[in-house]
């Protein structure tokens, strides 16, 4: 195994456990899994372990149709999802996919994330995507979410939980939290007589130069 695996598996685990930590994801609810460079396997997070508690020894290495190269745990039973976003977008390096509580609220009363009154969201998200119900798990639900993956980084996945892509384990870790907060910020901002969306105009502003400004400063940091 290379330096490059122990760094990603070394990784992977201080991410779920950031996860955990921060009330994302319960239980044994959750995924992560990252891309290793140069090589068609990924390696992913367990099926069935509390994502605050692995150890880089539960990591599963596996190729991008789900099968195990090593590892002896079982790999997480959301892998298609995984592998199939990997197939379809030759940037992400990294996916994320937890149960954040509030996200997960507009999730299962399938109210869109996408009131554009958050520059970070605008600038370090973008645009939010709401996957129909598929029954979590299944092939059908890996596909829709690829479908999705071809345009967004982040996905809620109606009465289930967040998905979000990035270059970087960072990048995409960091995705799920904003969009978290995010989240918590509509819902206030709801209950106080409503959200007042920024204009058209500074959107486009904030996608553009700065927006770009943001993720080069982003970028530096979270590597
Ligand atoms: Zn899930």
């Known amino acids: ?6 760094e990603l598996k070394e990784k992977i685990v201080e991410i779920s456990r950031r996860l955990y930590q921060r009330g994302l994801v319960a239980g044994a609810g959750g995924n992560v899994s990252v891309r290793i460079p140069g090589s068609p396997y990924i390696l ?4 069935g372990v509390c994502k605050g508690y692995l150890s880089p020894s539960d990591i599963i290495k596996v ?3 789900g099968k195990i190269i090593e590892g002896k ?3 997480t039973s959301e892998t298609p999802m995984h592998t199939e976003i990997y197939k379809v977008r030759k940037d992400v ?3 994320v996919h937890a149960h954040p509580p509030f996200c997960t609220g507009f999730a299962c009363a399938r109210v869109p994330l996408n009131s554009p009154i958050f520059p970070e969201v605008i600038a370090m998200v973008g645009e939010v995507a709401m996957v129909e119900y598929v029954t979590p798990g299944t092939k059908e639900l890996a596909i829709k979410v690829a479908e999705a993956a071809k345009k967004y980084d982040a996905m ?3 009465n289930h939980g ?12 960091q995705r799920t939290e904003v969009l978290e907060d995010y989240a918590k910020v509509l819902l206030i901002s709801t209950l106080l007589g409503g959200p007042k969306a920024l204009s058209s105009e500074e959107v486009r502003r904030i996608r553009g130069l700065d927006a770009e400004k943001y993720r080069l400063e982003y970028i530096k940091h979270a590597e």
């Open 63 to 65: 190729d991008l149709n």
């Open 162 to 173: 967040t998905i979000t892509l990035g270059a970087s384990l960072e990048q995409a870790y």
């Open 1 to 6: 195994m290379s330096r490059t695996e122990d």
């Open 156 to 158: 809620v996945l109606a």
């Open 44 to 47: 992913a997070t367990p099926s």
């Open 93 to 95: 390096n990294a996916v």
């Open 73 to 75: 745990l079982r790999p």
